[in-house]
């Protein structure tokens, strides 16, 4: 499993799953070859400072509810390519993890606007559209 979450850089999932298994068997030798994914994806946009890496970093930062480093990286893809999708998708996540559902909603609206079939844009604008800003919790 921890592979298969690596393989498809599903970090949060590859995170629990890795935590889950150190509790249980603290010295479990395959869980501790799977580093931090805000370590990975670091090294991953020094060496390859390229739009992808950014991408994951951003991704990583929320994950591990580091929001402000989530923001800027995400702002680093859109200034590394404005017309990125996945950077306004990610920099919806950034603005909703700081409360700031306007801009959250104004990203992801971006985002369509540059790639209409972005699922995930998709699905943050329909979960969290309606809301007004005080039902962000």
């Given amino acids: 499993l921890m592979r298969l979450y690596k393989a498809t850089n599903n970090w949060r999932d590859l995170r629990r799953t890795v935590d889950a298994a150190l509790k249980v ?19 991953r946009a020094k060496d390859q400072p390229e739009v992808d890496s950014f991408v994951m970093l951003a991704e990583a930062y929320c994950m591990t509810e580091q929001y402000q480093k989530c923001l800027e990286a995400a702002q680093k893809v ?39 079939g972005l699922t995930t844009a998709q699905k943050n604008l329909e979960a969290w559209g309606n809301r007004i800003p005080a039902d962000v919790p």
């Fill in 25 to 43: 068997v603290p010295a479990d030798e395959t869980a501790r070859l799977y580093p931090d994914p805000v370590l990975v994806a670091e090294k």
């Fill in 78 to 116: 859109i200034r590394l390519q404005p017309d990125s999708a996945e950077g306004y998708n990610v920099l919806g996540a950034s603005y909703l993890s700081q409360r700031h559902l306007n801009e959250a909603i104004a990203a992801w609206k971006k985002a369509l606007e540059l790639k209409p």
